[in-house]
């Protein structure tokens, strides 16, 4: 029950340290300070994003857009505080929409392409260099012989998967499957409780 208080408790990223931490990990966060707020729009399908041509859309949380009308879709599914009401507090909640989120949503999945995209830039073409890095900069910490096992296993599987539907696709719309591969290895990374929670 924590009462000595040997550790602190699990805990998981507020929504707003959430979306800041996967641009760090992407390497497209920006931290310019002050300035005005970057704006949101609300789509037909009822999601609220920002505008990903938009100056600021990869500056940190704190300077969105905050309307009680319009809170950013990822934000809300992820407990960002009420507006309408007095809020002393944030609540933590653990619902399916935030796994829907982190599995489908537009900013997630771009968040995911930069990230593979820096695991090249940064650590080349070898699989376990891209690995380790991507271990460090989503759980601070390297990977353990099983981790790095199963995530070579699946970067594997996913290549041998996006091949097998390009060449289904006959030349219509088909993707890097190299790409494709290291894009999902760090989505699962960034969708992962390693990532979500702060032990």
Not at 165 to 180: H, I, L, R, S
Request: proline share 4%; net charge negative; glycine share 6%.
């Amino acid at each position: 029950d924590n009462q000595l208080l040997w550790r602190y408790p699990l805990r998981r990223l507020d929504a707003d340290a959430l979306r800041d931490a996967m641009l760090s990990a992407s390497g497209e966060l920006n931290g310019e300070l002050f300035g005005p707020y970057v704006p949101t729009k609300r789509l037909p399908d009822g999601n609220v994003v920002v505008d990903a041509k938009d100056a600021g859309a990869v500056r940190r949380s704190l300077y969105l857009q905050q309307r009680r009308t319009q809170v950013l879709s990822m934000l809300e599914v992820f407990d960002a505080p009420g507006m309408v009401t007095n809020c002393p507090r944030r609540d933590s909640s653990t619902v399916v929409l935030q796994s829907l989120s982190l599995l489908n949503a537009d900013f997630v999945v771009e968040r995911a392409a930069a990230m593979a995209a820096r695991l090249a830039r940064e650590a080349g073409d070898n699989a376990a260099d891209r690995i380790a890095r991507a271990f460090l900069l989503t759980y601070g910490r390297g990977p353990a012989a099983e981790e790095r096992a199963a995530a070579e296993q699946f970067v594997a599987e996913q290549l041998a998967r996006h091949k097998t539907e390009n060449a289904e696709k006959k030349d219509k719309d088909q993707v890097n499957a190299d790409e494709a591969a290291w894009r999902d290895f760090c989505q699962m990374l960034l969708a992962s409780n390693g990532f979500l929670y702060v032990e």
